[in-house]
């Protein structure tokens, strides 16, 4: 009987030091950056069994998605001109928008929802959500769905 394989969504800042050193070893060979696992595993200061160990299990939030669609919610400063600088970001980016919604701004501030297809992101659906942040106007970001 195979066992069910679980899968759990963390935060990269509690992670053990072996695996978060794993993850940039597997960046590191994937983009190229080193040829080999010695190489890799020398650079970030982990052992070649911890790697092995590891390796397989460990996977780029955005490579387990099924889908590519993700939905996103965000607050919004209501200034003229912000929307678009979002809509601008996710299409520099791959992106196609598929649905979006904006509450009536309250106090200044608009809640928007947003569905992107991601099948021709440039970036991680990760690397998206920390430079959708960093847009002028967008306060606190996040992911609330795939499908």
């Given at each position: ?7 759990y969504?963390?935060?990269s800042?509690i992670?053990p030091?072996s695996i ?6 597997k960046?590191?060979?994937?983009s ?5 696992v ?14 092995y160990?590891?390796?397989?299990g460990?996977f ?5 998605m099924?889908e590519?669609?993700m939905t996103f919610?965000f ?8 929307l ?5 970001y996710?299409?520099?980016q791959?992106?196609?928008?598929l649905?979006?919604?904006?509450t009536?701004?309250?106090?200044g501030?608009?809640?928007i929802?947003?569905s992107v297809?991601?099948a021709?992101?440039?970036?991680s ?5 920390d430079g959708l942040q960093?847009i ?11 499908g």
């Open positions: 009987m195979k066992k069910e394989e679980k899968f969504l963390i935060r800042d992670l030091e978060a050193k794993t993850i940039e070893a960046k590191m060979l994937e190229g950056e080193v040829d080999t010695n190489e890799a595993v020398e650079r970030v200061g982990l052992s070649r069994s911890a790697f160990k590891y390796k397989d460990i780029p939030f955005n490579a387990m099924s590519k669609i919610t607050s919004l400063d209501h200034m003229s001109g912000y678009s600088k979002v809509l601008t996710v299409a520099d791959g992106g196609n928008v649905t979006i919604n904006q009536i701004p309250l106090q501030i608009a809640t929802s947003m297809d991601m021709n992101l440039r970036v659906s990760t690397e998206f959500l960093l002028p106007g967008v306060r606190k970001a996040m992911i609330v769905g795939r």
